[in-house]
């Protein structure tokens, strides 16, 4: 026992980070589990009191899917290519590159699906991939200008 209390003593940030990781990803698992229950209760309450047939329960779903990707594409995605049209994208050496927009500012490294999205004083890592292709293009064609000369 005293070389478990001397061992937690001798590593205590190893400890607390494992602690935290473990409160972390109780959180997201319940998270999880509540929005699955609730889609579940939802679809049984549908199926069961309101006559609907489970095909029809799983189509009301994949129709909300595509409503809200059709929501995002009327809104996010313009606002996304204005911003992006008149954007100054700088490369470093080392593969970094910086987006710098009117509001925004993105910070990543080529190759990389990860980056930092800047937004007053606000800071975010974000999935690059999930900005779509426009944003793929326009680091694409600012790279290939920036070779060129």
Not at 3 to 12: G, I, M, N, P, S
Not at 64 to 70: D, I, L
Not at 103 to 108: F, T
């Amino acid at each position: 026992m005293e070389q478990v209390l001397q061992l937690v003593k001798d590593y205590w940030p190893v400890a607390v980070c494992i602690i935290v990781v473990i409160l972390a990803a109780q959180w997201v698992v319940r998270s999880l589990i509540r929005i699955i229950s609730l889609a579940a209760i939802i679809g049984v309450v549908l199926v069961l009191f309101f006559q609907f047939s489970p095909e029809e329960v799983i189509q009301m779903g994949r129709q909300a899917v595509v409503a809200t990707q059709e929501v995002v594409d009327k809104t996010i995605t313009p606002v996304l290519d204005s911003e992006l049209k008149d954007a100054d994208i700088t490369f470093q050496p080392d593969g970094s590159y910086e987006v710098k927009t009117a509001s925004i500012r993105i910070v990543g490294k080529k190759g990389e699906t990860k980056a930092t999205v800047y937004y007053k004083d606000e800071k975010w890592e974000v999935d690059i991939g999930q900005l779509g292709k426009l944003f793929q293009d326009r680091l694409g064609k600012a790279e290939q200008e920036t070779t060129t000369m």
